[in-house]
């Protein structure tokens, strides 16, 4: 990795860190060679602090620590993006993030789940998972599962149990994702139509 510290005067290059599970953005930081090379050896995200003049790995007092998952350099080789998996909160504030914001994302866990779906559809012969053997019954098992699972989300619908309502929600969204697979999509083709629409 040749990364172009020679661009600032103080040989450093700034670095984005940004979960890499929700993807937001969570601090804007500074690094030299050496903060990268302590990095890529610890795994942990290791900064040079202009203020104190050294080297400054995230989390060493607060227990915060940033877990690396990966770390790339821009088109001109003078940034880093580098994704993470934080432990606690990013800001010295308490904040998740430097900019005061939730660290979250519902969506970001439905692709997740889409993937382990795709997975149990690529290797269906070998899984013994519930999914997989959805996909080895066919298309007419699966759209009756959604059809089952529509049908018991309208009833608990009717009545005042909210977790049963939650529960049949989530089982007709799963079924759902496993439908749209087993016919050769996910569900950001489904968003672009209403994107469409809008």
């Not at 559809?121 to 959604?146: C, H, P, T, W």
Request: net charge negative; charged share 30%.
């Amino acid at each position: 990795m040749s990364i172009d510290f020679t661009k600032s005067e103080d040989g450093l290059v700034p670095a984005i860190i940004q979960d890499a599970d929700t993807r937001n953005v969570l601090m804007l930081g500074y690094m030299n060679q050496e903060a990268v090379s302590k990095t890529l050896e610890s795994r942990k995200v290791t900064f040079f602090s202009r203020s104190k003049q050294r080297l400054w790995t995230k989390g060493e007092e607060s227990g915060n620590f940033l877990n690396l998952v990966s770390l790339k350099m821009d088109c001109d080789q003078d940034a880093l993006l580098i994704k993470v998996n934080p432990e606690g909160p990013t800001c010295h504030t308490g904040s998740d993030t430097c900019w005061n914001e939730d660290n979250s994302s519902n969506e970001n866990f439905l692709s997740k789940l889409e993937s382990v779906i795709a997975s149990r559809k690529a290797d269906m012969e070998n899984q013994q998972s519930y999914v997989a053997s959805l996909f080895r019954d066919g298309i007419n098992k699966i759209a009756q599962k959604v059809g089952e699972e529509a049908v018991e989300t309208i009833i608990e619908a009717k009545d005042e149990n909210e977790e049963l309502f939650l529960n049949e929600s989530a089982d007709l969204l799963f079924h759902y994702l496993i439908l749209l697979q087993a016919k050769g999509y996910r569900l950001e083709d489904v968003v672009k139509v209403l994107q469409s629409r809008h």
